[in-house]
């Protein structure tokens, strides 16, 4: 392909400097609401299972159950906002999500637990996978790691701003109006996606041909390099992307990697305070750490692939970092120190090989085909968010700790690192972007 001039190349960088700008900072805040809501349980727990009487394996059947009614609703979910579109399917997850979310507060037996989880779940289906398609209809796959990785650095900064925003409400909402503190914190932390719900509907723009901010020159190119990032990609039936063994294979890499992720998420908290911290605010305040320091290696790592064009090695790597943090967390786990050290490292390679990971199956499918692959690949992989939580609550009831479930959780990540150099050995690289283009 030859070189752009330097006149388009100047218009290229400056049309995907806007798209960048325009898009990523919203889509970074829906994410931090939705993934607040979905892993506040963890922050709850250290109030609501003394509270409720619940056993660990309530608890962890409870936060899995979300990913039940997220599986079964996931892939119709991004069906229905590939064709109606995400301004207004997006809008109206976020919406009921939040009311959900908030209903969490009447939480008083096990079943109640169960069917606010699942339905939260349900209600939020679609969201994620919705927004990765949503991407690949602005930026072609050469430009997907780093805007991925910084709409994904959201789960990151949800610990960061999360953990002490949780701890806080707990500790001083805890008794007003008669409301314990965990009940405060699903209320307080459920409004937020409803009110950036509502905004959704006003700022998103379906397509790039619908972007009134970009000029006609931009539409033309940004639709241009999009139409021939497509021809490269196979135009699957359904039927194709549900019988395609790869799709398969990427599935299972991904339940590899989220059963790490949830395995974080939803025992970070508990994991800080067996380490020997008390008091809940600082609890929250420590999960800030691993949380910040993995934002900036999932930019660095994102930023190093889409200029070097090499996904494979940077994706597994991360998943091997990922495994090794967790057992050095197993092993530590009884000095804040060394278990803080330990837990950093693992959420860095945890989350900086997520964005990677959605390099690969965005590259593979296009259109419809698209829509129902990413969907597939998230609901399946999601179900590690079920399995993760469940067994780690599981293991520690019956053993007393959750070091045999971190070496569990370490295993799944080995091997979804493995998966990954088999699934792309003899793939060339994606072609790297220039220095001076990576930057926009």
Request: glycine share 10%.
């Amino acid at each position: 392909m030859p070189s752009p001039s330097p006149s388009s190349a100047a218009l290229e960088k400056a049309a995907y400097s806007k798209v960048t700008w325009r898009l990523i900072p919203f889509l970074f805040l829906c994410y931090v609401v939705a993934y607040l809501d979905r892993v506040n349980v963890g922050f709850a727990k250290l109030q609501m299972l003394a509270d409720l009487k619940f056993s660990e394996t309530v608890y962890g059947l409870g936060a899995g159950i979300f990913f039940i009614g997220y599986f079964l609703f996931e892939v119709p979910s991004n069906m229905i906002l590939h064709r109606t579109g995400a301004r207004v399917w997006i809008a109206r997850i976020m919406v009921t999500w939040g009311v959900i979310s908030s209903a969490m507060m009447f939480v008083s037996t096990p079943t109640t637990f169960y069917v606010l989880r699942f339905f939260l779940g349900v209600a939020e289906a679609g969201f994620f996978p919705g927004i990765i398609l949503y991407l690949t209809y602005w930026f072609p796959s050469a430009r997907r790691a780093r805007v991925v990785a910084l709409f994904m650095t959201a789960i990151a900064l949800s610990g960061v701003i999360g953990g002490p925003l949780s701890g806080w409400i707990m500790q001083a909402f805890a008794g007003v109006h008669g409301w314990a503190g965990w009940q405060w914190l699903f209320l307080l932390e459920g409004i937020p996606s409803i009110l950036v719900g509502i905004c959704v509907f006003f700022y998103l723009d379906d397509s790039i041909a619908k972007a009134t901010w970009l000029t006609d020159a931009e539409k033309q190119l940004l639709i241009a390099n999009i139409s021939r990032d497509e021809g490269s990609r196979a135009d699957h039936s359904l039927k194709q992307v549900f019988s395609n063994g790869r799709v398969w294979l990427m599935a299972s890499i991904y339940f590899c990697f989220i059963m790490g992720l949830y395995g974080i998420s939803f025992w970070l908290p508990q994991l800080i305070k067996t380490a020997g911290v008390k008091d809940v605010l600082n609890v929250g305040l420590l999960t800030m750490i691993p949380y910040g320091l993995a934002a900036v290696a999932m930019v660095l790592a994102s930023r190093s692939s889409d200029r070097s064009g090499e996904r494979r090695f940077h994706t597994a790597g991360a998943g091997f970092v990922g495994g090794v943090g967790l057992v050095l967390s197993g092993l530590f786990g009884g000095d804040v120190t060394w278990a803080m050290a330990a837990l950093s490292l693992a959420t860095m390679g945890i989350l900086t090989g997520l964005p990677l990971f959605w390099t690969l199956p965005t590259s593979m499918l296009r259109g419809t085909a698209a829509a129902a692959g990413i969907a597939l690949i998230n609901s399946v992989g999601n179900l590690a968010g079920f399995v993760s939580p469940f067994m780690v609550g599981s293991i520690k009831d019956a053993t007393g700790s959750t070091t045999a479930g971190l070496y569990v959780l370490a295993a799944s990540l080995f091997l979804g690192g493995i998966l990954v150099l088999l699934a792309t050995r003899g793939q060339g690289r994606v072609s790297p972007l220039a220095a001076s283009a990576s930057r926009t």
